[in-house]
C-alpha cells in the first residue's frame, strides 16, 4: 500500500489572548523584570564566588527583594488571564451553568481574600513605618518593602476585580 502524502491538516489556531488592562501588564513587566535582575544577581554571585572568592556585596537584599516584587507584581496578570492551577473533577459531571457559577464564586472568593490579605498587612506595615527597621545587607528601610507590596498588592486586587466583572457579564474567558 503507498503511503499517503498528503500534508498534514493545519494546526489549531491559538485560543484570543484574554483582554488585559494596562495595569496587569505593567505588572507583568515589573515582575519580569524584577525575575530577571533576581536571576542575574544569583548567577553573578555564583560565579564570582567560584571564580573570584568574591560574593556580590547585597545579593542577598537584591534576591530577597526582587522576590518580593516577582510575587506582588506577577500574580494580578496570572489571575486576569485564568492562569491559575485548576483541578476539574466535577466540570464533566455538573455541566457548563454550574461550572460558571462555581468560576464565579471562585472570583468572588478570591477577590475577598486578597482584600483581607491587603487588611492583614495594614498592621505590621504601620509597625515597620513607625519603628523602623532595614534590610540586613542594604539597609534599604522595611517601609520601602511594605508599599512595594501594597503597590502589587493593589494590581492583584484590580486584576480580581476585572475577574469579577468578566463572570458577571459572562465573558469569564473559558479554555
Do not use: C
Not at 483582554?19 to 505593567?26: A, D
Not at 553573578?44 to 534576591?63: C, E, K, S
Not at 511594605?146 to 469579577?164: E, I, P, S
Amino acid at each position: 500500500m503507498p503511503a499517503d502524502h498528503s500534508p498534514a491538516p493545519p494546526p489549531k489556531p491559538l485560543p484570543a489572548p484574554q483582554p488585559r488592562s494596562v495595569i496587569t501588564t505593567y505588572s507583568l513587566w515589573i515582575a519580569s523584570a524584577a525575575l530577571t535582575v533576581m536571576m542575574l544577581t544569583v548567577v553573578g554571585d555564583v560565579i564570582l564566588r567560584a571564580a573570584f572568592n568574591t560574593p556580590v556585596q547585597g545579593a542577598y537584599d537584591v534576591v530577597s527583594i526582587t522576590l518580593l516584587i516577582m510575587v506582588a507584581f506577577g500574580i494580578g496578570p496570572v489571575i486576569v488571564r485564568r492562569g491559575e492551577i485548576l483541578i476539574d473533577l466535577i466540570d464533566g459531571i455538573i455541566g457548563a451553568k454550574a461550572v460558571r457559577i462555581l468560576g464565579a464564586i471562585g472570583s468572588l472568593l478570591s477577590f475577598a481574600v486578597i482584600t483581607f490579605i491587603g487588611w492583614s498587612m495594614i498592621s505590621p506595615a504601620q509597625d515597620a513605618w513607625q519603628w523602623g527597621g532595614y534590610s540586613l545587607e542594604l539597609g534599604v528601610p522595611q517601609w520601602i518593602l511594605w508599599a512595594l507590596a501594597f503597590a502589587g498588592l493593589a494590581g492583584v486586587l484590580w486584576a480580581a476585580v476585572l475577574q469579577v466583572i468578566g463572570f458577571a457579564r459572562g465573558q469569564e474567558g473559558q479554555r
